[in-house]
C-alpha cells in the first residue's frame, strides 16, 4: 500500500468525522454488504473466533460482526492514524475483544486466523503492491478460511469504466451528494486509483492462493468477492 498523504481525507479530522456518512451514500446497498459478509464468514467461523480486517479505519464494519458475534475477536490494521482513532470511537463498548494496528497488512499479527476482510479498501492499494498485500492475507489464514474482499472493479476499456463511473456519480446525487461534489469524487477516482477489471481481481485472489473464488454482490461500480484460503 501507499502512505496515506498530507492531502488525503483519511488524514483530515473533519473529514474522518463525517466518514460514516459517506459510505451509505456512495456504496450502493451498503448496509446489506456489510450484512452479506457477516454472513458469510458465519458459515465457517467457529464461536471463539478470530478475525482480521485489513482497512479498519472508521470501525464501521468491525462494528457490524462485533455486533453480530459477541465471542468473536477481532485484529483490524488501517495507515490511517485520525481513522483509527474514529474506529476506537465507534467500537468503545466492544474494545475488549478489538486490537486495532497502525500500519499496512504487514504490521498484522500473523495469526494464524479464522477469516479475514477487506472492505472499501483494496482500490487504494498502488497495483504493484495489491498482489502482494493479498498473498499477505493469505498466509494469516487458516486453511479454509474466507476472505471478504469488496471495492471498485469496473470492466476494461475506457468507455466501458467511464460508463460505470457515470453511474457511481449518478447515485451517490441521488442519495443527496452535491452534483459538483459528486462530480469532482469521479475524477478523482478516474485520475488517482488504479480500478482493476473484475476478470483481473479474481485472478489476484487465484494467484494468492484462494480457491472458489465467489462474486456475491455487485453494485454499480463496486463487486464483491467471498474466497477460501
Not at 498502488?126 to 479454509?144: F, M, N, S, W, Y
Request: proline share 8%; glycine share 8%.
Amino acid at each position: 500500500m501507499t502512505n496515506p498523504s498530507s492531502e488525503s481525507p483519511f488524514s483530515d479530522p473533519d473529514a474522518v468525522a463525517r466518514y460514516a456518512e459517506g459510505p451509505p451514500r456512495i456504496v450502493p446497498g451498503y448496509a446489506a454488504l456489510l450484512r452479506m459478509t457477516t454472513l458469510l464468514l458465519e458459515e465457517r467461523v467457529p464461536s471463539n473466533g478470530r478475525v482480521l480486517v485489513l482497512g479498519a479505519g472508521g470501525g464501521l464494519e468491525l462494528k457490524t460482526f462485533a455486533q453480530a458475534q459477541p465471542t468473536w475477536s477481532f485484529d483490524g490494521v488501517d495507515p490511517a492514524a485520525e481513522m483509527l482513532k474514529l474506529a476506537e470511537q465507534t467500537l468503545a463498548t466492544h474494545s475488549p475483544r478489538v486490537q486495532l494496528h497502525h500500519g499496512y497488512i504487514h504490521d498484522a499479527p500473523a495469526g494464524p486466523f479464522d477469516a479475514a476482510t477487506c472492505v472499501l479498501t483494496m482500490h487504494f492499494v498502488a497495483p504493484e503492491e495489491r498482489q502482494g498485500t493479498i498473498d499477505e492475507v493469505h498466509r494469516r489464514l487458516k486453511p479454509g478460511s474466507p476472505f471478504v474482499m469488496a471495492h471498485l472493479s469496473t470492466p476494461e476499456g475506457e468507455r466501458e469504466r467511464e460508463t460505470w463511473l457515470s453511474r457511481y456519480a449518478a447515485f451517490t446525487v441521488a442519495c443527496g451528494t452535491d452534483p459538483e461534489k459528486a462530480q469532482a469524487a469521479r475524477t478523482a477516482i478516474a485520475s488517482r486509483l488504479t480500478i482493476l477489471s473484475p476478470e483481473q481481481d479474481e485472478a489476484t485472489l487465484r494467484d494468492a492462493g484462494f480457491s472458489d473464488v465467489s462474486l456475491f454482490y455487485a453494485g454499480f461500480a463496486f463487486r464483491g468477492w467471498v474466497a477460501y484460503a
